[in-house]
């Protein structure tokens, strides 16, 4: 049980960490005037995908892209 704890507790601080560097690009990004706009193609990110992940930084259709390509390749 507490090698499950263990695990679980590092998984946690890693999503947090990783989160965190997210929040210090998005702040960097805003304050670069490059904030909202689509790393992958330049357009803007829709405003309510940034209300739901306001670390977003690619565009729905980019960030989907993505998720297939990295499904193809596994």
Do not use: F
């Not at 960490?17 to 998005?26: M, Q, T």
């Amino acid at each position: 049980l507490g090698d499950v704890y263990k695990r679980q507790e590092l998984r946690t601080r890693d999503r947090e960490r990783k989160l965190v560097k997210k929040i210090d690009e998005s702040l960097s990004m805003l304050d670069a005037g490059d904030y909202g706009y689509c790393e992958a193609c330049g357009i803007d990110i829709a405003i309510k995908r940034l209300e739901a992940r306001p670390t977003a930084s690619q565009c729905i259709d980019c960030k989907s892209l993505d998720e297939i390509r990295e499904k193809q390749t596994g």
